[in-house]
């Protein structure tokens, strides 16, 4: 089992900066790959961004690459979001995800219980 732990939302100008935390607890979270998904109002639960075990291959959902970067640091089981040049449309609420896969995160085994990120125009 592993738990997760979000943290950093917030509310936040068009244009400015987050970063997301999340804290994985439990049975060797490091060997996972992770990610972060997001859910609007009225709408379903997307993915965002995804990281491989060692953190050697990321990827990102087209709506975000080139704004946002994950990354995560294996030692203190910590995954991070930096969210640049936000938009009204990213306002969701915000879920750490991890994978027994090391590589995708495609279909999450475990979810944290999310953040919520609001972005103003």
């Known amino acids: 089992q592993v738990q997760l732990r979000e943290s950093g939302g917030g509310l936040v100008q068009a244009g400015g900066s987050l970063r997301l935390s999340c804290a994985a607890f439990?049975?060797?979270?490091?060997?996972?790959?992770m990610g972060w998904f997001r859910q609007a109002p009225r709408k379903e639960r997307e993915f965002v961004a995804g990281?491989?075990?060692?953190?050697?291959?990321?990827y990102y959902a087209a709506s975000v690459k080139g704004r946002f970067t994950i990354s995560r640091d294996n030692a203190k089981n910590m995954v991070y979001l930096q969210m640049n040049n936000l938009k009204p449309e990213d306002t969701a609420r915000y879920y750490c995800?991890?994978?027994?896969?090391?590589?995708?995160?495609?279909?999450?085994?475990?979810w944290g219980p999310g953040t919520q990120v609001t972005v103003s125009s």
């Open positions: 995800a991890s994978s027994r896969d090391p590589n995708v995160v495609d279909s999450p085994d475990y």
């Open positions: 439990g049975r060797t979270p490091s060997s996972n790959a």
């Open positions: 990281i491989s075990r060692s953190g050697g291959s990321a």
